[in-house]
């Protein structure tokens, strides 16, 4: 079993549409927590960090569940910019900076 | 302020090859890591350098080396290329220490062993 799990998708939706994400990681360990966002034939690019209380950032929502290892990454009014592969990330207490990424989440906005 | 560089861009290789990937990491930042990223999966860890040395590794084979600079520059070295080696490789930097622990990424450099 994978330490990050997420739906590969791909995801299709309509401009303005609200869509959401799911990721489950299964170290108990893990301590932090992200949602990056990377386009096509790209490097990574930090979206942002994922929080117990839940943040927001504009369109943007990310939302954890520690008891239930859950991490959910909320887009409303979706834009064809928004078009890339989204990854779940968490890191481990006694890990540093190593990052352990899911295999991403594909995201196709249509017109 | 340049981000973090990685050279060359693109690499194609021969099985049995050796090749030298390199890191300059975001200024600023003195830990570098490196990632292996398959066609349509996420990037996994191979390991990362602090003061020069090897921290933490993956579940990657001997095969897979790497070194830091006193400037916190890096090389990641693979042996014997596989084709199951190809793929692209990012290399990641980070302040050890800081209380913003952001890891920034560089462009990659995309190998392919034919």
């Known amino acids: 079993r994978k330490e990050v799990e997420q739906d590969p998708g791909p995801f299709n939706v309509p401009e303005g549409a609200t869509v959401a994400f799911n990721c489950t990681y299964s170290?108990?360990?893990?301590?932090?927590f992200f949602w990056y966002r990377q386009d096509c034939r790209k490097e990574p690019k930090l979206l942002m960090s994922?929080?117990?209380s839940g943040n927001e950032d504009g369109r943007f929502t990310a939302q954890l569940n520690r008891a239930s290892q859950y991490i959910s990454l909320l887009i409303r009014d979706s834009k064809l910019s928004d078009s890339a592969t989204y990854l779940c990330v968490v890191t481990r207490n006694n890990a540093g900076n190593m990052l352990t990424f899911g295999g991403g989440t594909r995201l196709m906005v249509k017109p | 302020d340049a981000g973090v560089t990685q050279s060359p861009t693109h690499l194609i290789k021969t099985r049995g090859q050796q090749v030298t990937l390199r890191c300059s990491p975001k200024s600023g930042h003195d830990t570098v890591s490196w990632y292996q990223q398959a066609l349509g999966q996420g990037p996994q860890f191979i390991f990362q350098y602090y003061e020069e040395e090897e921290r933490q590794r993956g579940n990657f084979p001997d095969r897979f080396s790497g070194h830091q600079f006193p400037n916190y520059s890096s090389e990641l070295n693979v042996n014997a290329l596989l084709l199951g080696d190809s793929a692209l490789y990012l290399c990641a930097s980070s302040l050890t220490g800081a209380a913003d622990t952001e890891a920034f990424f560089g462009q990659g450099t995309r190998l392919t062993v034919v």
């Open positions: 994922v929080y117990s």
């Open positions: 170290n108990s360990a893990s301590q932090s």
